[in-house]
């Protein structure tokens, strides 16, 4: 299995709602990242987590808090988001942070699309 | 400022067309990775490269990474329309674990 999925695929959520991201993969990979994409641009990364620990922050606002339950799962848990914040969300995932490419090669789920109304 | 710089930003080419996409970083990497990203969609993964002066080919589709790993180009020999879409660099420094994106090349191939 060499997939990542990621649920919902549509989200449309209000400023005041809480909702949450999901993503999984049965690969045995010990890296999961998070990503957000606007259109047209890159996807900028917004966290790391390396062995179930957040190991980087890429000064996400609060209104995003990520969970790693276990090492095949990944949440993005949203409360209070702005309009600006609608973006494709793309999860991804290594086999670990280890400084070769090879485990740096990063597996992408199809992302979830998200509308902040 | 982008770290990575990815030429043109845009291509359109008629089917059969050869076309090269390149990518240029201001740092020594570690690795190079080129993706490929249909329209809204999630990141396939194409080819990766390590060494300085290393070249891989898969189907149509060549990569080259210079000597100095600072410099890398994706060539497609006789494009198709299942070819287009975006591509994406993406590097890891030889210096720090952050990964991150070129600006991106959008291709569209005319049948």
């Known amino acids: 299995d060499t997939e990542v999925t990621q649920t919902p695929k549509h989200l449309v959520m209000g400023m005041t709602n809480k909702k949450s991201l999901k993503c999984e993969q049965h690969?045995?990979?010990?890296?999961m990242y998070w990503y957000k994409q606007k259109a047209k641009k890159p996807p900028e990364l917004m966290f790391v987590y390396s062995y179930e620990k957040l190991s980087i922050n890429e000064s996400v606002p609060s209104r995003f808090s990520p969970e790693c339950p276990n090492s095949s799962l990944l949440n993005l848990h949203l409360h209070a988001l702005q309009p600006e914040d609608s973006a494709l969300y793309l999860c991804a995932s290594s086999k670990s942070l280890r400084r070769t490419a090879s485990y740096n090669e990063q597996f992408f789920g199809p992302g979830t699309r998200l509308t902040v109304l | 400022s982008q770290e990575l710089e990815q030429s043109p930003q845009s291509l359109i080419v008629q089917e059969g067309k050869n076309l090269t996409i390149n990518c240029t970083s201001s740092?020594?990497?570690?690795?190079l990775y080129w993706y490929k990203q249909k329209y809204g969609e999630g990141l396939i993964f194409l080819m990766m490269?390590?060494?300085?002066?290393e070249e891989k080919s898969h189907e149509k589709i060549t990569a080259k990474l210079d000597e100095k790993k600072q410099q890398s180009s994706l060539h497609i020999t006789a494009s198709q329309p299942s070819h287009a879409g975006i591509y994406l660099c993406?590097?890891?420094?030889?210096?720090?674990?952050?990964?991150?994106f070129g600006t991106g090349t959008s291709l569209t191939v005319i049948p």
């Open positions: 690969m045995g990979h010990r890296a």
């Open positions: 993406g590097a890891v420094p030889r210096t720090g674990n952050q990964f991150y």
């Open positions: 490269l390590q060494k300085g002066g």
């Open positions: 740092k020594t990497l570690y690795g």
